[in-house]
């Protein structure tokens, strides 16, 4: 599939972007989940309690973040997450700086183009459809993280990054693709498969482990 032209006749161009590091600059999702903290003592206090338990699994799961996230979603039902991430969005979006205004420029020039936009992140699928529809970005389809109904509140279901992109885009009805914008060698199958890869605020030395990973070159771009 490495390189592959999408565009067949009467099928427009399909084009990737990432979410956090290309659109934005700062992790959304944590952002959020420290909010969850910072406005609820009891969490903090629950977080604390469970810290030995989890360091004496981390050796053998690397999965510390995610009970902690367990906890930031712990009473939260379907209805109740959606109205706490639209108002955390709505509050996002006025903060300065979160977003990457070349990259939401350059997402609004290929939709005009009449591409078909995909976002297709790491981040949860309610906040960052949340997001996107505070930004006005319409039409834009999103491939993101989920979660599920638990017990005790919401808990990750699925976890959207690396390889398991592929899957999740082929699920989706995309097989190919022509461009896609990454930040991250968690973002490398995903810039394989395309004809254009482009790293966005990459590194000189992470543009060059990317470039020996794919076994060409890539476009490069410094996005505010």
């Not at 992790?27 to 420290?34: G, I, K, P």
């Not at 604390?48 to 995610?66: F, K, S, V």
Request: net charge positive; with cysteine.
């Amino acid at each position: 599939m490495e390189g592959q032209e999408t565009a067949a006749a009467g099928v427009p161009p399909v084009v990737l972007f990432d979410f956090d590091g290309v659109l934005t600059h700062a992790d959304t999702f944590e952002l959020f989940v420290r909010e969850r903290y910072a406005r609820s003592a009891w969490r903090k206090l629950l977080a604390l309690l469970a810290l030995p338990w989890l360091l004496l699994l981390w050796p053998l799961t690397r999965r510390l973040q995610r009970p902690l996230v367990h906890i930031a979603l712990l009473g939260l039902d379907e209805k109740r997450y959606r109205a706490t991430v639209n108002a955390f969005a709505a509050e996002l979006v006025r903060r300065p700086g979160h977003f990457c205004r070349d990259g939401v420029r350059t997402l609004r020039r290929h939709q005009a183009a009449g591409e078909r936009v995909i976002v297709v992140t790491g981040c949860e699928h309610t906040l960052v459809e949340s997001l996107l529809a505070q930004l006005g970005l319409a039409g834009v389809e999103l491939v993101a993280s989920r979660l599920r109904r638990g017990a005790l509140g919401l808990r990750v279901a699925y976890h959207n990054v690396g390889a398991g992109k592929l899957t999740a885009l082929t699920a989706h009805g995309v097989p190919a693709w022509r461009r896609a914008y990454g930040d991250s060698l968690h973002d490398l199958h995903m810039l394989r498969a395309a004809a254009e890869p482009v790293l966005v605020n990459g590194t000189p030395k992470l543009c060059k482990r990317m470039e020996r990973a794919l076994g060409r070159t890539l476009e490069r771009v410094a996005w505010r």
